[in-house]
Each structure stands twice: as structure tokens, then as C-alpha cells.
């Protein structure tokens, strides 16, 4: 009766909070697996082999960073971070470890929900097609052919510098997957330095804009203070 739920791992050590979301995503029709620690969550790991990981950071026994690693390894199995405000630092790390995503608690189950499928949908997507480099690139209104370098929105060619298609094209590869800053500055820079966040930041900027970003439309590029960007293909205001 199970066997078409997707099997979602929940590490969290902290039973109220284990309850809530154990509660919200069976009502959302997903297969829950609990776990407490680190070692018993990687024990059920190998044995479910899980389609999403919901990774609490603060463990009893160990970091949940060890586990990501130790997944990281072998797999890309979605990991999505459940991270307390005074983590923000490890929040960051654990993206560029290999994090798909992170909510932040408390969180609802609008949200909650909206992140899971995201990171369903990006893994079976880069399971299935290597989109990236080459070919083209949907979401929603937005199409990106990489071979002619071009961007449209609804059907309307979006005129970007090299830079800003360099940006939208690496986020694109990682659509749905929050990029730290740092990420990205390595991917289009090469090695940061001082000003390298400004000039993110200036370019995201600009791509917006160009974008017509406009409250309540689909907006393309998420931009997390502190954190990095993120490419989604969902409405504002979930
Ligand atoms: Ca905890």
C-alpha cells in the first residue's frame, strides 16, 4: 500500500518537533521514517535508502553535518536542512557541503511542503536529463536555449549581459537548489574577493529587473539575505 510514497527520512532530535513535521508530511501523503541521532539515521539510511532527507543539525551524538558528508559520499539524495536561527553560519556551510535547501523553525506547512517538492522534482529532474550544459532549459514562462546563450520570458528574448546569462545559466543548473553566495561567486569569478558579493549582487540585480520581477507573478530568482539565490519556478506567497 506504501509502495508509491515517496520515503522521507526525518532526523530530529526534539520530539515536538519531530511529531509536527512527521504529522504534516503523512497528511501530505509522504512515507515517514524517524530518527533521533546521527548513527541510527545513518543505520536507517542504508537500510530505506530514502527519496529526501530532513536533516535537524544539532544531534545528541554527532553533527548533522557528519551525515551529509557521509551521504554526500556516495549519493545525491535531496537533503533539506532544518536549521534554528542560531545555526545561520552552519546553514550556509551545509549548502556548500551539498544541502539541496534549509527552512528555518519554526516554519509552516506551506513551506515546509513547498521545499520537499522542490527537491523531489530538481532530483528526479537531474536524475533524468543532465540539462546542463547544452539544449534547453523550461520553467514555467522561462525558457533558456545554452546553445545561442539567449533567455526568454514568455516568449520575449530577455537581453542580458554575459555576466547576468553566466548567473542565470548557473543557477538554472541548479534550479531549485539555494546557491550561496560564495558558490556562485566561485562558479562565474573564479576566486573572490572584497567586492565580490557587491558585485553579485549588482548583476542580480540587474537580472531581476530585466526579469520584471513583480510581487505576486512567478519570480524566477529567490535572493535569501545572507545565504545565496535560488532558481524556482513556484509563485510568490505559497
Ligand atoms: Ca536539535
Known sequence: MNNNKYKILLVEDECNIQNLIKTMLETADYQVILAQTCSSALTLYTSHLPDLILLDLGLPDKDGMY????????????????????????????????????????????????????????NRCSAQEGKYPGGRFTLSDLVIDYDARQVFIKETEIRLTQTEYNIVAFLSGHCGKMMTYSAIIKAI??????????????????????????????????????????????????
Open 67 to 122: 551525515l551529509l558528508k557521509k551521504v554526500r559520499e556516495h549519493s545525491l539524495t535531496p537533503v533539506i536542512i532544518l536549521s534554528a536561527r542560531s545555526e545561520e553560519r552552519d546553514k550556509v556551510d551545509a549548502l556548500d557541503f551539498g544541502a539541496n535547501d534549509y527552512v528555518t523553525k519554526p516554519f509552516g506547512a506551506a513551506e515546509l511542503l513547498a521545499r520537499v517538492r522542490t527537491a523531489l522534482r530538481t
Open 189 to 238: 569569478w573564479g576566486y573572490p574577493d572584497d567586492g565580490s558579493i557587491k558585485k553579485l549582487q549588482v548583476n542580480m540585480a540587474n537580472i531581476r529587473k530585466k526579469f520584471g520581477a513583480q510581487p505576486g507573478e512567478t519570480n524566477y530568482i529567490i535572493n535569501e539575505l545572507g545565504v545565496g539565490y535560488r532558481m524556482n519556478g513556484e509563485k510568490d506567497g505559497l
